[in-house]
C-alpha cells in the first residue's frame, strides 16, 4: 500500500486538461459539421429575416460581422506581398497557408499609419504600432497619462451593439505580462490592447479561453447553461441598482479624473444592464453544447486555436458581430522554439540584413498565418442561416501596424482582409492603394456595417475605393 | 539635502529682499544673475550657451526676465545630471565644486520649483483601483476566502514599471463583470445562506486501516495497488441514530508510460457492517474519478466501514502501476431537521441567533452589513447605506423559501460589487484655508496597508482610526505592520517590479542555445550534426537501409552526448528559487533593518540546494531557502548577480549586456538612458567576423559605439552591462564565449574604473551610495503613492535620501521617511468652485507640469 505521490497527480492533471482540450475542439468541431444552424441562432433574428435598416446586416438578412487581428512586429516584406497585383495573382511564400481561401481573401497594398511614424515622439515604434493599428491617432506619450483615440472596432460597436448580446469581443492570446516599463515611455496600456471605447479607456482584452467561453455562454456544463444564466441575471438586477447609487453619489464627491474613472465604472454597469433588457427581449444565449474549453493551455497555438474557435463560435451564434484579437503585443519577444527558433521575436526582427536571422522571421510570419488560415478554413465550412458561409458574411483584417519590423516602418503595412462582406467586397484579389491611410479602409468597413455618419476616422483622407 | 545650504539659500534671499517679500519670479532672477550664472558660465555654457544648444538645451536663454515657471522640466533634467554627475561629461577637466553642486541645486528647488521644504506640495493621486493583487488579498482579509484573482482578472496595466498606478488601472466593462461574477462566487464560498446544516464528516482515505487505528496523522487519500490483494476498514460512531448518506469518492491512477499498455483488472468492494454496497471490476482508466452514494438508516454507535481489494489479473503485465485511490468516504446525517448544527464560518458572518420578529431581523441585518460595508469600503458607512443594503437583503429574505442569510449574502455581494469597495475613495481633514490638507485617518489606514500589505487595513488600524490615534501612533504601527507576515506582500509586489523578478518564473530562456555559445568547438561533433540533419530532412522512405542505420546511430550518440551535459536549465524549481532568492534578500535586509548597500554587494545571499548548486556554493542542503554565506572568492552576492535580474535581462538565446546596462542605470543609479532613436542605424554585415571569429557581444557593441549617435548613450549602457558577460543568459558563471576569454572590464559614463563585476560593486558601493538611496526611494516612493513623481516631489525625495544617510542606510529611515512624507500623508485640496466646476484645479496643475 503506499500513498498516490505528486507527480501521480500532476501527470493525472495534465492527461485530464488535454483530454477536456481535445473534447472541447472535437465538440466544436462537430458543431461545425451541423448543415444549419437555426438552433445556435436567436430566433427573433431569424424571425425577422429582412435587414433591420442594413445595420451589420447582409442583403440575404444575415449577420455581417467585423473582426481585427494583429500579429506583431511587422512582416519581412519581400515574403509577405505577391510578385502582382490582380486576381489571378499568385499567393506569396508568407501568405501561402491561405491558399484554400484564396477566393475569399484580398490582399491589401499601400496601406500607412502615419500616426506611428515617430515625428516629434521618438523612439516608441512598438508602442504606436500596437496603440495605433485600430485608432488612427498619434498617442500621447506618457507612462500613466494614457490618451490614444476611440478605435474603429468601437466606433462600429458604438451604432451596431445594441443588434446583439455583447456589443463587441476583446480577445488577446498574450497573456503574459512583463514587470516594468513597456516601450520607450510609452504606457503599457497602449501595447497590450487594441480596441479602446474612448481615449483614456481601453478595451482589456481576454486571454482566458474559458472565462470568455463563460462569459459568452455562461458557465456550467452543457445543457444546464441557459438556467445559469438566468438565475445569475434575475440575481443580478437588485445589485445593479444598488451599486449604480453607490456610483452615482460617489461620483459627486469626486473631480477631474477620478470622474473619469468612475464614468467607466457606470459604462460598465450600463452594458449590463443592457444586456439584461437583451436577454429579456431575445431570449437568453443559446447553448452551444460543446465542451467549456479549459483554461490558459500551455501551448501558444492550441490558445490561438481556442481563441480562434471561440471568435468563430461568437460570430455563428450572433452573440457579437465585432471582435478583435491581439494575438501578441508588437514588440512581443517570445521564443518560436517548438519550431526550431529559440530566439526572441522582437530580438530577431532587428536582423540587420542578416540572411540567417531573415529566414527565421519568414517562418515565424508563416506559422501565424497558418494559424489564420486554419481559422479561414472554419469560417469557410460554417455555413450561415442565410445558406452562405459565415466567411462570406464577415470581414477579418488579418494585419499589424509594423511593416518592416527591422526598420519600425508604419507605411505599406501587411493587411489581408479576409471574407465577402455579404457580398458587398470582392475578394480573390491583390491590390495596391499606393499610400493611402489604413484609417480609409476602416471607414470602408464601417460603411459596409450601416454605420451611420462617420464622415472622417483617425487620420482618413476619405473611403478606401475598389475594395 | 544638506539643511546649512537650505539656510544659507534663505538668508541670500532675504539679503536680496531687505526684509521685505519680493515678488517669487523677482527674486528667483535676481539670485539667477549673482549666483547661478556665473557657475553656469564656467561649466555649461561652452556646450549650453553662446549658439550652442546640445541635447535641445540652451541655458543662457535664461535671464534675469526669465520666468522660471514655464522651464521646469529643464531645469529638473539640469538638477538630475548634475547630482547623477553625468553633467559636466566626466572627460571636462574643470567642474563645479561639491559647494557650487550644492547651490545649483537648492536655487533650482527653491526659485524654479518654488519648493517648500516644510510644507512640499503633496501632489494628486488619481482614484486608485484595487489591482487584482490588492483584490486578491483583500477578499482573503475580508472574507477568508482564497479567491484566484490572478487567474480570473485580466493583468493590470503598469505605468512607471508598477501596477499600482492610479491613473493607468482602468475599468473595462469585461472587468466590471467579472467583479460582479466574483463577488457573487467569494460570497457563496465565504457565507453560508442556513442556519442549519445536516452534519458532515470526512473519513479521507488515509484513515482506513489494515488493522486497528493507528496513531498516524497523515489525513489525505490512499492508493491500493492493483497487484496485491488489500483489506482496509475504519470503525466510524454515529452518535444520534437516523437517515445517513455515504459519499464514497474513488479514483483510478496510473504512472503513464508512452505506448505501453497494462491490462490488470482488480474487483473493488465496499462494505458497512458486514454488507457489501459496491463490488465492481476496475481495469485500465487513469486519472477517472468515481463517485458512488448510500442511503442507511443507522442506530448510535459504532459502524464498520471497509474496503477490499482482489488482483484479477495475475499474469498480466504491470507496467503502469495501477492502483486505486480512495479520496474519502463522507458521512452525512442525521438527516433529520433536528439534528442541523451549525455551517462552517457561521458564526464569522452571523454572531447570533437569527431573530424571529421583523423588525429586529431588519436591524440585524442593518448591524451584520453596517459592519461589513464598512471593513469593505475601509471606512464608516452612513446610515443611508446601511439601510440600503439591509432593503436588499429584505427583498430576497421575503421571498418564499429564502433564508434570512441568503438575503444577507445576496446584500455582501452587491458590497463586493460598489465601486466604493473596487475604488479606495479618500477623504482628507478640514484644510483650514491652506491648499493641503491632511488626508483623514482611514484613508492613512489604507495607504499604509495598501503599501506594506497589499490589503486593507486589520481591525487594529481601523480601531486606531476610528480614535483618531493613528497618527500619533505611526512608527508604532509602521513596525508592527513591517513585522506582520503581511509584509510579504511589499518583496513580491514591489521587489517583484522595482527588480523585475516575477518575471523570472515566465522568461523564455533557451538553455541549449545559450550553453552553445560557450562550448569550445568540436569538429567531429561538428561533422555528426551536419550528417544528423541531412538524413533527418530526408523524408522516411527514401533512406536506403544503409542510411536508416546510420540515422539511428548518429542519434544514438548525440542522445549519449547530450545525458553527458550537466542540467543548467532553468526549471521551474530553480526559476522559483531564485525569485525567493531576491524576495529573501530584501526581506532579511527590511526586517533586521540592515544596511541597504548590503542590496549592492554581500557576503551572504539566499539559497537552497538546487540554487547553490547552480551558483557552485558548496555544502547547502535541503530544499528550503535560507541565508549562506558564500565563499571568499564568489562573484555572488547584491543583486545584480542574482539569477533573477540575469535571466530577466537576457534575450532567449544570450545575455543581452545593453538590457543589463539599462537595468543597472535605471534600477541602481537612477539615471535611465533616453529610450533609442526611432530609426536605428543598420550595423549590416560590417561585423560579421572580428580578427577571423564569430564577434562576441563586445566585439559587436564596440563597432557600435563607433557611430556618434549610438555612442551618446551605448557609452553609459554598455560598460556596466558588459560587466557582468561573466554571466550567461542562465545567469550562471562563464569564462568563456565562442572560446574568447570574457572582457568584464570597463569604465562608468561618470568616471570609475573597474575590471570586473566585484570591482563595480565596490564603485557602486564607494561612490554611489547616494545615487542608490535617491533610486530606491523614488521607486519606493512612486509605488507607495500610486503616482509618478513630479519636480515638486524632488523635495520630499531629498528629504528621505538625507535621512537615510543620517541613518547610514537603514531601510527603517526609508519606510518611516515614505511613511511620514507630505505626499503619503496628505492631499491637494480642490476648492469648493473648482470643484463643481469639474476640477480646473487639476488642469492648472496640469498645465504648470508642462
Request: charged fraction near 25%; include cysteine; glycine fraction near 8%.
Amino acid at each position: 500500500m503506499k500513498t498516490k505521490s505528486a507527480t501521480d497527480q500532476d501527470l493525472a492533471a495534465q492527461r485530464r486538461a488535454s483530454f477536456t482540450r481535445r473534447h472541447f475542439l472535437r465538440g466544436l468541431g462537430a458543431c461545425i459539421a451541423l448543415p444549419a444552424f437555426e438552433s445556435l441562432l436567436p430566433t427573433k433574428l431569424l424571425a425577422a429575416g429582412a435587414p433591420e435598416g442594413g445595420l451589420a446586416t447582409t442583403a440575404t438578412g444575415a449577420p455581417l460581422r467585423t473582426a481585427f487581428v494583429y500579429f506583431p512586429n511587422g512582416a519581412i516584406p519581400g515574403a509577405w506581398w505577391p510578385a502582382a497585383e490582380g486576381a489571378d495573382f499568385q499567393l506569396s511564400r508568407t501568405l501561402q497557408p491561405l491558399a484554400p481561401a484564396q477566393k475569399q481573401i484580398q490582399v491589401i497594398g499601400g496601406l500607412d499609419h502615419l500616426n506611428a511614424m515617430p515625428g516629434a515622439d521618438g523612439g516608441g515604434d512598438h508602442a504606436r504600432a500596437n496603440g495605433t493599428f485600430l485608432t488612427g491617432v498619434r498617442m500621447k506619450k506618457s507612462a500613466t497619462d494614457i490618451h490614444a483615440g476611440i478605435s474603429i472596432d468601437q466606433a462600429i460597436a458604438r451604432q451596431v451593439g445594441h443588434l446583439t448580446r455583447f456589443p463587441s469581443l476583446e480577445l488577446t492570446c498574450d497573456a503574459g505580462r512583463n514587470t516594468g516599463a513597456c516601450d520607450s515611455g510609452y504606457s503599457c496600456a497602449y501595447q497590450y490592447n487594441l480596441a479602446w471605447s474612448s481615449p483614456n479607456t481601453p478595451m482589456t482584452p481576454e486571454a482566458n479561453p474559458r472565462q470568455v467561453f463563460e462569459r459568452l455562454f455562461g458557465a456550467g456544463a452543457p445543457g444546464e447553461r441557459v438556467a445559469n444564466a438566468r438565475r445569475r441575471r434575475q440575481e443580478e438586477g437588485s445589485i445593479l441598482d444598488f451599486v449604480m447609487q453607490d456610483a452615482r453619489s460617489m461620483q459627486h464627491r469626486l473631480g477631474g479624473r477620478d470622474q473619469d474613472k468612475l464614468d467607466q465604472y457606470l459604462t460598465g454597469i450600463r452594458e449590463l444592464e443592457g444586456r439584461i433588457q437583451k436577454a429579456e427581449q431575445l431570449g437568453e444565449a443559446k447553448d452551444p453544447m460543446v465542451e467549456t474549453p479549459p483554461g490558459l493551455p500551455a501551448d501558444y497555438a492550441q490558445h490561438i486555436h481556442l481563441m480562434y474557435d471561440i471568435m468563430l463560435l461568437a460570430f455563428q451564434t450572433d452573440s457579437t458581430r465585432i471582435a478583435t484579437m491581439l494575438l501578441a503585443h508588437d514588440g512581443s519577444n517570445r521564443s518560436f522554439a517548438d519550431i526550431g527558433i529559440p530566439e526572441g521575436h522582437h530580438d530577431l526582427s532587428h536582423h540587420q540584413g542578416n540572411a540567417d536571422k531573415i529566414e527565421k522571421i519568414t517562418e515565424i510570419d508563416l506559422w501565424y498565418v497558418q494559424q489564420f488560415g486554419k481559422f479561414l478554413e472554419k469560417m469557410s465550412a460554417t455555413q450561415d442561416v442565410d445558406g452562405n458561409s459565415l466567411l462570406h458574411n464577415s470581414m477579418i483584417v488579418y494585419g499589424g501596424g509594423n511593416a518592416d519590423g527591422n526598420r519600425h516602418t508604419h507605411v505599406n503595412l501587411p493587411v489581408v482582409l479576409a471574407g465577402g462582406g455579404g457580398g458587398t467586397i470582392t475578394p480573390g484579389r491583390f491590390v495596391k492603394h499606393g499610400g493611402k491611410p489604413a484609417s480609409n479602409l476602416f471607414l470602408s468597413l464601417a460603411d459596409r456595417m450601416g454605420v451611420k455618419n462617420l464622415e472622417r476616422f483617425g487620420d482618413s483622407t476619405g473611403r478606401l475605393a475598389n475594395i | 539635502m544638506n539643511p546649512r545650504s537650505f539656510i544659507l539659500t534663505l538668508l541670500v534671499i532675504s539679503a536680496w529682499a531687505g526684509g521685505e517679500p519680493l515678488p517669487a519670479a523677482v527674486v528667483a532672477s535676481a539670485e539667477f544673475n549673482q549666483k547661478i550664472r556665473p557657475i553656469l558660465e564656467e561649466y555649461c555654457y561652452d556646450c549650453h550657451g553662446g549658439g550652442e544648444n546640445r541635447g535641445g538645451v540652451a541655458l543662457d536663454a535664461f535671464n534675469s526676465t526669465t520666468n522660471f515657471d514655464g522651464s521646469r522640466d529643464v531645469w529638473w533634467r539640469v538638477l538630475k545630471n548634475l547630482r547623477a554627475n553625468l553633467m559636466p561629461p566626466a572627460k571636462r577637466k574643470s567642474r563645479p565644486t561639491p559647494e557650487q553642486k550644492e547651490l545649483i541645486a537648492q536655487w533650482i528647488k527653491s526659485s524654479v520649483f518654488e519648493a517648500d521644504p516644510l510644507n512640499p506640495d503633496p501632489g494628486r493621486v488619481t482614484l486608485r483601483r484595487l489591482n487584482r493583487v490588492e483584490y486578491q488579498n483583500t477578499i482573503r482579509d475580508l472574507t477568508g476566502v482564497d479567491f484566484d484573482a490572478l487567474g480570473v482578472f485580466p493583468p493590470d496595466d503598469t505605468g512607471h514599471g508598477f501596477d499600482n498606478i492610479g491613473d493607468v488601472l482602468t475599468l473595462s466593462p469585461m472587468l466590471l463583470e467579472k467583479y460582479l461574477v466574483a463577488a457573487e462566487k467569494i460570497i457563496g464560498q465565504a457565507v453560508p445562506t442556513e442556519s442549519r446544516v445536516v452534519p458532515e464528516q470526512v473519513v479521507a482515505g488515509s484513515q482506513f486501516r489494515t488493522g486497528g487505528q493507528s496513531k498516524d496523522t497523515y489525513s489525505g487519500p490512499q492508493s491500493l495497488s492493483y497487484y496485491e490483494p488489500a483489506f482496509v476498514t475504519n470503525i466510524f460512531h454515529a452518535a444520534q441514530a437516523g437517515q445517513y448518506q455515504l459519499d464514497v469518492d474513488l479514483m483510478v491512477n496510473e504512472k503513464y508510460v508512452d505506448d505501453v499498455f497494462d491490462y490488470n483488472k482488480c474487483r473493488f468492494s465496499f462494505r458497512v457492517d458486514g454488507k457489501e454496497l459496491l463490488a465492481r471490476e476496475f481495469s485500465w482508466e487513469g486519472g477517472k474519478p468515481y463517485h458512488f452514494s448510500y442511503n442507511q438508516n443507522w442506530a448510535a454507535g459504532d459502524h464498520q466501514l471497509d474496503f477490499e481489494l482482489r488482483p484479477l489479473t495475475p499474469g498480466a503485465a504491470q507496467t503502469r502501476t495501477l492502483s486505486l485511490q480512495i479520496t474519502a468516504v463522507t458521512v452525512r446525517g442525521p438527516m433529520a431537521k433536528e439534528s442541523g448544527v451549525r455551517p462552517k464560518n457561521y458564526a464569522q458572518f452571523f454572531p447570533r441567533e437569527v431573530p424571529a420578529p421583523a423588525a429586529a431581523r431588519r436591524q440585524y441585518a442593518r448591524e451584520l452589513l453596517g459592519d461589513f460595508a464598512r471593513r469593505a469600503f475601509r471606512r464608516p458607512v452612513d446610515s443611508d447605506t446601511t439601510n440600503r443594503l439591509a432593503k436588499l437583503a429584505e427583498s430576497i429574505y421575503d421571498q418564499p423559501g429564502k433564508t434570512f442569510e441568503a438575503g444577507v449574502a445576496e446584500a455582501m455581494v452587491a458590497v463586493l460589487a460598489s465601486p466604493r469597495f473596487i475604488f479606495r475613495e479618500e477623504n482628507a481633514e478640514p484644510a483650514g484655508g491652506q491648499p493641503y490638507a491632511l488626508v483623514d485617518e482611514y484613508a492613512l489606514a489604507s495607504r499604509l496597508s495598501y503599501f506594506l500589505w497589499s490589503s486593507m487595513p486589520d481591525e487594529e488600524l481601523f480601531q486606531l482610526a476610528a480614535a483618531g490615534r493613528l497618527r500619533e501612533n505611526l512608527s508604532a504601527q509602521l513596525a508592527r505592520m513591517i513585522a506582520d507576515k503581511r509584509a510579504d506582500a511589499l518583496e513580491k509586489n514591489f521587489v517583484g517590479q522595482w527588480l523585475q523578478a516575477r518575471d523570472i518564473e515566465t522568461i523564455p530562456i533557451d538553455a541549449r542555445s545559450v550553453l552553445a555559445r560557450e562550448q569550445k568547438f568540436d569538429p567531429e561533433r561538428d561533422a555528426l550534426r551536419q550528417r544528423f540533419r541531412e538524413l533527418n530532412d530526408k523524408p522516411d522512405d527514401t533512406l536506403t537501409p544503409a542510411e536508416k542505420t546510420e540515422l539511428a546511430d548518429v542519434r544514438a550518440k548525440f542522445f549519449k552526448a547530450r545525458q553527458g551535459q550537466p542540467a543548467a536549465d532553468l526549471t521551474p524549481d530553480l526559476r522559483r528559487a531564485m525569485r525567493q532568492e531576491t524576495e529573501g534578500v530584501f526581506s532579511y535586509i527590511l526586517r533586521e533593518d540592515r544596511s541597504l548597500l548590503e542590496l549592492l554587494d554581500s557576503d551572504y545571499t539566499f539559497a537552497n540546494e538546487r540554487l547553490a548548486r547552480f551558483y557552485g556554493i558548496p555544502d547547502v542542503f535541503g530544499s528550503e531557502m535560507r541565508r549562506v554565506t558564500l565563499p571568499p572568492d564568489s562573484p555572488r552576492g547584491g543583486i545584480l548577480t542574482e539569477g533573477t535580474v540575469l535571466a530577466v535581462t537576457s534575450n532567449p538565446t544570450r545575455t543581452s549586456p545593453v538590457k543589463r546596462g539599462v537595468f543597472i542605470l535605471d534600477n541602481i543609479l537612477g539615471i535611465p538612458p533616453l529610450p533609442p532613436p526611432p530609426n536605428i542605424p543598420p550595423l549590416e554585415d560590417a561585423i560579421k567576423n572580428v580578427d577571423g571569429h564569430a564577434p562576441t557581444l563586445r566585439e559587436t557593441l564596440a563597432v557600435h559605439r563607433e557611430n556618434p549617435l549610438c555612442a551618446s548613450c551605448h557609452d553609459q549602457m554598455d560598460p556596466p552591462g558588459l560587466a557582468l558577460e561573466n554571466f550567461n543568459a542562465l545567469g550562471k558563471w562563464r569564462d568563456q564565449e565562442f572560446n574568447q576569454p570574457i572582457d568584464a572590464a570597463g569604465r562608468l559614463v561618470t568616471g570609475e574604473s573597474f575590471s570586473n563585476i566585484r570591482e563595480l560593486k565596490q564603485v557602486l558601493v564607494k561612490n554611489h551610495a547616494e545615487d542608490f538611496y535617491r533610486t530606491l526611494t523614488q521607486k519606493l516612493l512612486t509605488y507607495a503613492l500610486g503616482r509618478g513623481l513630479d519636480y515638486y516631489d524632488v523635495e520630499t525625495v531629498d528629504q528621505i535620501v538625507a535621512r537615510i544617510e543620517k541613518s547610514g542606510g537603514r531601510p527603517s529611515a526609508l519606510l518611516a521617511g515614505i511613511v511620514e512624507s507630505a505626499p503619503f500623508q496628505k492631499a491637494r485640496v480642490r476648492s469648493e468652485a473648482t470643484a463643481t466646476a469639474g476640477d480646473n484645479a487639476d488642469e492648472k496643475f496640469a498645465k504648470e507640469k508642462l
